[in-house]
Structure formats: C-alpha cells, structure tokens
C-alpha cells in the first residue's frame, strides 16, 4: 500500500452529525466518513477506509487554502443530502486504488442520479463476471461515499443490499435521488440500467472522475 504523507483531517458538522475529510499536501481528498453521531466515529471511519498509508499533520498546521478545500467537500455533502445536484469542484487521491477497485469505482461514479444497477452488472462490465462479491467488498470500501455514489448498486433481485451507512441510510440517499423503492425494500425495475447501457456510460464519466 502506498504511503501518502502530510495529510490532515478536515471535521465539521451537517445537521448535528459529524464528517471528517482526509486531504493530502496536494488538496486531494484521500477519503472522508459518512454522516457519524460523534467526531471520533467519523475520523475512525475516514481513516479506516483511506487506501493509503497516510501521516497526519495537526490541524492547528492546516493551511486556509486546505480548509477551503475540506468546506467545499462538507458543503457538497450537505447540499447533496438536501436533495441538490452539486458539482465536484474538488479533486480525488486515487493512487492507493488497485486496479481492480478503481475499475469498481470508475463504472459506479458514471451510474446516472435516479438509477441503480447491480453487483453482478458491474462485474460484467469489468469482464469478470465472477466477481460480484469482490465488487460488494470494493464498494464497501469506497473512499468517497455519495461523491463514488455506492448506494447506487443493488442486489440482482433489486432488493437493497448492504450499504456501510446502514439501510435506511441507503433508501434515503436512493429517496432523495428520485429512486422508488418498494415497502419491502425493492426498487422498481424502471430504475434498473442493465450491463449493457452500464458499459456504454461506463466509458465517460468515470475514468475521467478517477484520473489521478
């Protein structure tokens, strides 16, 4: 695993819940936590999921330049959970990716707001289409959650599947992006994008999104 050094962790607040954001010498966010009820519980998340080995700087050390950079991440967090459609104006540490879960990634980021697809989907994409389990482990591990929208990839049967912020977390962010989800906990297959219309967007949006 490659060592990123210098890095610090960005906290704030949205709504009473925590989010801390990892960001390395060179303004990149390396990860950040999803919504937590305390500050230890988002650091401890923001750094458990960074692929890299990282060395913290202390905060009272962190730059304006720096902090900018961590607002404008919480700021498109908060705008995005309020139902938004904020644009990244921020740029991604990617290089601690494998290539295996920086194809996961690049395919998920390019999965159009108001649709989802599946695991076994985005394996097949990657020609591998043995792989979905592997793809489960590579997203719950995403670096970015909502910025990588994760919650975007189901179970074949259109039931919800894990999500590390919980399933109600999951339906919510699904709710807020237009997707219907049955009491039962299905989406409807209106909402679902098959392999091969995943392919086709697949080579867009998502490379250009994880390109370090």
């Known amino acids: 695993m490659k060592t990123v050094a210098q890095c610090f962790v960005y906290v704030s ?26 500050e230890g519980e988002a650091v401890y998340e923001a750094k458990r999921v960074a692929v890299a080995n990282v060395s913290y700087k202390f905060r009272s050390e962190m730059d304006p330049s720096t902090r900018r950079v961590g607002r404008e991440v919480v700021e498109f967090i908060n705008s995005y959970i309020k139902g938004d459609k904020p644009k990244i104006t921020f740029k991604l540490n990617v290089e601690g990716l494998t290539k295996f879960m ?7 980021s390019s999965i159009p707001r108001g649709f989802v697809t599946c695991y076994g989907c985005v394996a097949e994409v990657i020609e591998n289409p ?49 997707v219907a989800v049955t009491l039962a906990g299905r989406v409807l297959p209106a909402h679902f994008l098959e392999a091969r219309r995943l392919r086709e967007l697949s080579r867009d949006a998502g490379e250009k999104l994880l390109t370090s």
């Open 130 to 178: 043995y792989a979905c389990r592997a793809v489960g482990r590579a997203l719950a591990m995403n670096p970015w959650p909502i910025i990588i929208p994760c919650h975007r990839v189901v179970k074949s049967d259109l039931t919800l599947g894990g999500y590390r912020g919980g399933l109600d977390m999951k339906r919510e962010l699904l709710r807020i992006e237009g």
């Open 102 to 108: 920086n194809k996961v990634l690049a395919i998920v």
């Open 13 to 38: 607040k949205i709504d009473g819940k925590w989010i801390a954001v990892i960001i390395d010498e060179n303004e990149r966010i390396v990860s950040l936590s999803l919504p937590k009820g305390s």
